[in-house]
C-alpha cells in the first residue's frame, strides 16, 4: 500500500479493522470475509507528525509498525546519483534510438547537488526529457529546468538539517530523553532506534539534557 500517510480517517480505521480482524466485507456483500495476507505499507510522510497533529491514528502506526525500514531520500544518497543517472539515460536513450558515449561532469555535479524534492521519479523525469532534446554523443542537462522545477533554486544546505534537528528535539523533549521502547522518541518518529541514535551522534544532540527537562 503506497502513501499510507494519506488516507482519510475514516479509511484509516476501516484498514485497521481489517488488520485486527483479518477479515472485511466487500461493498454491498453481507457476508464477512476471512483473509490471510501480509500488508507491506510506504509514505514519504513524517507520521510521528501525523499522529502529533492528529491526521493519522497512533493505533494504526503501531499495527503497521511491525517491521519498518527506512529509505532516505535520494538527497541523503548521493552516491546513488550517477547509477541511477547511467541506468535511466540507457533506458531511455534505447527507446528513443539514441546512442550517448559518456555523461557531462558538469552534469553529474549538477545533479548531484540537486535536492531532488520529488525524489528519484524526479530524476526519471529530468533524465528521459534531457534525452529527448539532447544532441551529439555527450549526455547532458540543462540546469535552467532544475532551478524551475524548484523554484527558486536549492535551498539552503543547512535547512533540511534545521528541521530535523528540530523534530527530534521535540521528540527527546517529549519523551524525556528516551530513544526506544513503545514510547520512545524513536516510536514517536516512526524510525528504528538506530536510525535515531545515528542522528542523534550526527547532529550532536546531546540526550542529557531532555532527561533533566
Known amino acids: ?28 456483500g453481507s457476508r464477512s470475509i476471512r483473509v490471510d495476507v501480509r ?34 531520500p535520494l538527497r541523503e544518497r548521493q552516491d546513488d546519483i550517477p547509477v541511477l543517472v547511467a541506468y535511466f539515460v540507457d533506458r531511455f536513450a534505447a527507446r528513443a534510438g539514441k546512442s550517448f558515449r559518456t555523461i557531462g561532469k558538469r552534469t553529474l555535479d549538477v545533479l548531484r547537488a540537486y535536492r531532488w524534492p520529488g525524489n528519484v521519479r524526479e530524476l526519471q523525469n529530468v533524465i528521459e526529457r534531457s534525452v529527448i532534446v539532447c544532441e551529439g554523443d555527450t549526455f547532458t542537462v540543462d540546469e535552467r529546468w532544475l532551478r524551475r522545477e524548484s523554484g527558486h533554486g536549492p535551498p539552503p544546505a543547512t535547512e533540511p538539517a534545521t528541521e530535523e534537528r528540530a523534530m527530534i528535539e521535540d521528540a527527546l523533549a ?26 542523534i551522534k550526527a547532529l550532536r544532540i546531546a540526550k542529557a539534557r531532555f532527561k533533566s527537562s
Open 1 to 28: 500500500m503506497d502513501e499510507i500517510g494519506d488516507l482519510p480517517a475514516d479509511t484509516q480505521l476501516t484498514l485497521l479493522r481489517v488488520l485486527q480482524e483479518r477479515e472485511f466485507e466487500r461493498v454491498g
Open 174 to 199: 517529549a519523551t524525556k530523553g528516551r530513544v526506544s521502547g513503545p514510547s520512545g522518541a524513536a516510536a514517536r518518529l516512526g524510525m528504528p532506534p538506530s536510525t535515531l541514535e545515528s542522528k
Open 39 to 72: 500488508v507491506i505499507a510506504a509514505t514519504n510522510r513524517d507520521l510521528g507528525a501525523a499522529m502529533a497533529a492528529d491526521e493519522f491514528r497512533s493505533d494504526l502506526f503501531y499495527r503497521l509498525n511491525v517491521f519498518p525500514i527506512e529509505a532516505p
